[in-house]
């Protein structure tokens, strides 16, 4: 695709922690373009570079930093529109872009929930993108992507959940403090320390597990039947949630049985090769004291969950430990997945949108 | 007690973490009067000033800072000795003390589940002491204490234990870098990252508390019949490990029955006011965002554990986090407390110790 | 002295983390009784205990949990008043207190340099309160405590300038997280980090400096004619500034001149026996590697600075290590100690504050 | 260059953390191609992926994993070493290397003050590899790479001494926990904490900046003549030395020079386009907090020192901040473009080499 021919997108909420990853991601993305940067009405009308406080460890692409940042509010000439909004105001904003037309990829919560609203991750439940097709906001839609600590969860169950069946699932995180945003988590409260409380994200996890595991039946998604219990705590890492999970299958399995259903792990983003997809979904990792954040988050370009340390559980089946990037993988690097998915299928040739000549 | 009055007692393996800890808990002790340090061969001969590389916040009392170190090996004129040894070698050497006459009150976890080796928490099972009494070692005896993740589990379960009994318990850890003694865990593996991975530390939570619940019939130890699943963490957090935990309970409960438990759960140490007894051995903890490591671990002095977040699991009956400090409770302070009870039921009072008058 | 005759004392923005730090060592204080705390108009009305995010490791006080948060604004009815405002309001509000006849201690920055107000080190220029006498606010009066990072370089440096003068000093900071309040710094920007920039800190350094070290002459303060250089960075520390310091003396001297210096060194709050002074204003540490912001900010209770390292200077004469806790007696142990002075001295004998029975 | 080509390569000491970023660099490398690796004798014989820790974010190639550790002692097939060893035993291990007719590039400090032995940083130096030719040791030789905290002081001072002269440096350091190899600094002395002392460090940083700005005249290099001060210290940072640099210059200039100096700083590597030289290796930053380590280490992949902060200074001209990778530029990176300048400049032509067809 030459350049004129890449679909221009807007990247609304752009100067916080998520927007910048957005950033990083489509400085040089093969499809899209970024041709709009919004953010709240104090920073509206400067030049991003002087808006945000940059805090990636790769520079700031110039392009970017001279880009004149408008307000988070349509009408912006851009089919394809990525949501870093707080969700205090992703709500309305994201409505807004959806009901004139711009396909909306959001990273915010106020959507995911919602019946007429796809919640996908791409390896995992891409049919449930035609839950946007039913349901009609103008000719836009929203598509949402999970939770950052879900992601990581629902890559490593659903090999499961396809293979064994999945009775309950119980799951104890360790998030880093980029979940929380910028500013985020004072570090006073955090260096020499855990937290063990993070505000609804433990209903969160349990609520949009059991919906992206769910089945779509031609109309609606009904939401998988497992038993899930979380417990959600602050840990003193930048990047990459790791998780400790017992599960309980639906039939008996060795533990070999498991392991092969990872590394088979495959789906749509691998089968279409998206530019953004991982290699591998999900990496089993043989080391005894895998997965770790700081060795393991960036396998994959931050894209893939890394699994180990499986073993059997005593009151469960079995338990292991789950990593991903919760930046990259959960949120901005997801959201991108998910947009090439719906270009990779063809939601994105509607009127208002210029078509883009991807197989699907 | 005037200082003549005092139990001349050493510290085996003084110059390590826990060693130190021992000499800061002990530098003004009503009971106990430090006159032995000892260590490896390669320290002895050495003024401990010299010898030990002091990491504690307060300062080194001069007194032990001028002592000289010994072998850790008899006859050193001590009836008491505690052990701050590591693993490798605390095995025989506290053989060879408790053989020649010496009560030892062992940190380490060569003995803990040798049947005929007390392993006690003071306010949780006072009455395995006796296994000592049935035991003999020519006159001494080996009493421990558990591993530093163990103990902020069964002062949070004995009170369910007791009153609604106990089917099933999930834990998961979040373990502070000074549980890995020093120099232990090397900073470039835990900055900005956690290890889920501890060399034969689930094993030891599980089957610990077994035993230390387990039921003494005048002649052995029966453990308790409970489920354990553990899964274990080191944290960059230097002290006080926090744990995940989730219950079965033997009985349906409301959550403030679960916490009435708590609150009212009190034992010998606090009924006998031994020195280093917390005021309440478990401390329930209303906040949010309760128990943290950094604000928690000194409660009562570092001597009670901490208790928060009680809530409904989907899958066992409730689940809650529990938190203690693992060189304070979980090592040199329960050990200290573990040798108070000891004294105060009269289990010095044997040929080659002097007489302590304490009431029991 | 009978709680009956203790001074009833307010705190003004008691919920910041400097208020909490003022709320935790007057708990027990045996001169003052804490009668009133204030905050922003936002946590006016509520309890304290649900106004403040507490993040001391030592509990709340139930005695404060419960009392009211007023707003902070005169009348209050408390002779003495101790300001933890934040510096963008301090500078109207302490006014308005001092001119209804307040003794204001303030920790702000906002009337530091002003020429009619005291900014007093204790241990170092006691003599400049009369600064406060020879002004009038309606009978009140504002007295400062320096920022943060000047303490622990004054009080290394007085002994000095005393003993040999000082030609120019070069300081290099390494600052602790508490310094910049809470929530302060984002955890995203410290942790794994070092930030070599703090707004405004090297000018006050340098300033302040000279005008502590400064000259009382009858009727003002005469700036001391040092060469001040500063650089000052962020370090993932949680409380403890600690200075690499370069001295050019008024004279050749020996190491160990400047040693005894620092040992002989003591003041009006040691002769006074002021209750929150600490027994030596600086310890000289004579370890290697000392002194280090976690092992030595808690000395004689947080109150000291401790000075290690001293050897030649290639460049300048000397160069050594300085370091104080920073809220501690950089901020509210410090204010507490100037108050303490100011009521020994008997600068709060004056109408509208009831006398105090102290010798002076 | 075909494979065939490329120059066959050992590195000695492969399994410590120098060792390990050798082998990440060198995985792709278009000139040199990794046939052996050594370690202690315990390591030699196992499978270099059993031997070695991994500790890298990217993970370990499977050809190095399955290479079988040999013992650090020649012959060894390859006219190119790296030396990764312990200074404990470096000095005598590539002494025995060189005189067998090896090129050792070495990161240790053994050799670098040897006046025989060139101590080379590409972009300053170049010539000083003469030194090398002017000695014999059979037909080898030893090249030396500075001190990982020299590095970015010399990078950022190079522009300065050719522009303008040095009279006097002083140089405060917060070096990354990673300079102290593996386990290197343990994790309960640096959280929370900062370390005022690394043994041997500063006179490192002072005899190494002078030999290396200093003058080669044909047959021994001469010292610069420049007064340097140096305090170093441990911070709580995974990788990146931040510096906090203070200079005299020898003659007055505006600080926009000091700018165009660093800015136009260009050197050999960029000349001859080698592999691993930076595009820039100073960047200049005009951010009012840059640089700080975890932003700017990687920038040019680790291999550029990153300047900024300039500002007058009141006691000597201008102060400014300097970061650079200290086990990238300033270890395994640093000696890789000295490979490659040696290359380069025709030093491997030599009997016992394969000749390696590189424009000069």
Same mark, same amino acid.
């Given at each position: /695709? ?32 970024? *041709? ?30 001279? /880009? ?9 000439? =851009? ?9 205090? %105001? ?57 939770? =950052? ?24 995180? /360790? *998030? ?17 320390? %855990? ?22 039946? +031609? ?11 979380? *417990? =959600? ?36 983003? *691998? ?31 931050? /894209? ?8 059997? =559980? ?31 299928? +063809? ?9 883009? +000549?991807?197989?699907?």
């Amino acid at each position: /695709m030459t350049p004129r021919d890449k679909i221009p997108v807007a990247v609304l909420g752009a100067t916080g922690s998520v927007g910048q990853r957005f950033l990083t991601l489509l400085a040089d993305h093969p499809w899209f373009d970024v *041709q709009a940067l919004t953010a709240s009405d104090r920073s509206a009308g400067k030049a991003y570079g002087d808006a945000a406080h940059w805090l990636q460890s790769t520079p700031l692409p110039e392009r970017f930093a001279r /880009m004149e940042v408008l307000k988070s509010a349509p009408p912006i000439p =851009c089919p394809l529109v990525f949501s870093a909004l707080d969700a205090s %105001v992703a709500g309305e904003v994201e409505t807004a872009f959806a009901s004139t037309g711009h396909v909306v990829i959001s990273n915010a919560k106020s959507h995911r929930m919602d019946p007429s609203v796809p919640l996908v991750v791409p390896e995992v439940n891409p049919d449930h993108l035609q839950v946007a097709s039913t349901s009609s906001r103008g000719g836009g839609a929203i598509l949402t992507n999970p939770n =950052c600590s879900t992601i990581g969860l629902v890559l490593a169950l659903k090999p499961l959940w396809d293979t064994f069946g999945l009775k309950r699932v119980s799951v104890v995180t /360790m *998030q880093a403090v980029s979940g929380a945003g910028f500013p985020g988590v004072p570090s006073y409260q955090i260096l020499d320390n %855990v937290v063990p409380y993070i505000p609804g994200e433990e209903e969160k996890l349990e609520s949009e597990t059991r919906k992206i595991l769910g089945t779509f039946d +031609g109309g609606a998604v009904r939401d998988a039947e497992i038993r899930l219990s979380a *417990q =959600c705590h602050r840990v003193p890492v930048l990047d990459g949630h790791l998780l400790a999970v017992s599960v309980e299958l639906g039939r008996k399995a060795e533990a070999s049985e498991l392991r092969d259903a990872w590394e088979r792990f495959s789906g749509e983003p *691998q089968a279409k090769a998206l530019p953004t997809a991982p290699r591998h979904p999900v990496h089993f990792l043989e080391e005894d004291d895998a997965p770790q954040p700081r060795l393991h988050r960036d396998l994959d370009g931050g /894209m893939a969950a890394s699994v180990g340390r499986l073993r059997p =559980c005593s009151i469960l089946d079995f338990k292991f430990n789950t990593l991903s990037h919760n930046t990259i993988r959960g949120a901005a690097g997801g959201a991108l997945l998910l947009a090439e998915l719906a270009v990779a299928k +063809g939601l994105l040739e509607r009127e208002g949108a210029r078509t883009v +000549g991807v197989e699907t």
